[in-house]
């Protein structure tokens, strides 16, 4: 598998500044990484307005490499491991780690493909955003003022994956057999599927659904879960589908 260079993803979600984009693709190459993407830049043509190539300076290639999406979902495609970076906590987050712990995890199991999720520089990500994500990181700022400029809590994230993978020479991860981890797709896929399912068998009240999905997420998002394991949900949620048919049928 890549070395953790090539298996960490910057996306960065509806940024307003150019500058921060050129900065933040700076950031990133000088820690020794360069895959960008952009979800829904608020200037489409962000990549060549020249604050970004000015604040880029050096790193123009990653800059020029970059890729554009218009959603979430296109961005964490191909990647298995998701982290929203966020300076608030929030009540129904995934997991939540400390930089140092992220870049730890990310160097030590060699089998994930993960990105790293910014938020915009005026409204930070939302929930929905957040829930996407397997974990949530803070970077431990000052609590009176905790909110980083976008570029600079790139460089602090971009940092401690460099000096994690720098000082890596572990043994690999020591939980035993270990599947192929779930894809972003395959993982929302399932959600989708169980949602359904449970509120065909009234488990789930589409019209007051409370906080139900959200803490499923939550719960998956800890388990880390193999396409073996969602293969397995979806069964069971086709299951209930289709038992639930049959007994209307009755
Ligand atoms: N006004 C926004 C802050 C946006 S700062 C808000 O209230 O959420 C832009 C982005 O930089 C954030 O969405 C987040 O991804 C990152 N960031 C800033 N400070 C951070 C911190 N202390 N920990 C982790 N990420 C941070």
């Known amino acids: 598998m890549a070395n953790t260079f090539e298996r960490v993803r910057f996306v960065l979600v509806e940024t307003s500044h150019p500058g921060n984009v050129g900065a933040a693709a700076r950031a990133m190459k000088t ?7 952009l979800v829904n830049p608020r200037d489409a043509d962000v990549l060549t307005h020249a604050e970004a190539i000015a604040l880029a300076s050096g790193a123009t290639d990653v800059l020029a490499a970059a890729r554009i999406v218009h959603s979430l979902d296109e961005a964490l495609a191909g990647c298995n491991f998701s982290v929203a970076l966020s300076a ?6 995934p997991p939540l780690f400390e930089p140092r712990q992220l870049a730890e995890h990310l160097v030590t199991d060699t089998a994930l493909k993960a990105a790293l999720v910014f938020g915009s520089e005026r409204y930070g990500l939302s929930n929905e955003q957040v829930s996407k994500c397997s974990a949530l990181v ?52 399932m959600f989708t599927h169980l949602e359904k399912a449970l509120i065909d068998i009234d488990f789930l009240d589409a019209k007051n659904p409370k906080k139900l999905m959200p ?36």
């Open 215 to 250: 803490r499923l997420r939550r719960l998956f998002a800890r388990a880390e879960l193999e396409v073996e394991e969602v293969n397995i949900l979806r069964g069971i949620a086709t299951q209930l589908i289709s038992k639930r048919q049959r007994i209307r049928k009755d």
């Open 138 to 189: 803070s970077v431990p700022a000052n609590p009176v003022y905790s909110s980083l400029n976008l570029a600079q809590a790139v460089q602090v994230i971009a940092y401690e994956c460099r000096v994690a993978a720098l000082g890596e020479v572990r043994s690999e991860d020591t939980i035993g057999f270990r599947g192929e981890r779930a894809s972003a797709e395959q993982v929302e896929g």
């Open 88 to 93: 608030r906590p929030r009540e129904f987050s």
């Open 31 to 37: 820690m020794g990484f360069s895959d960008l993407v």
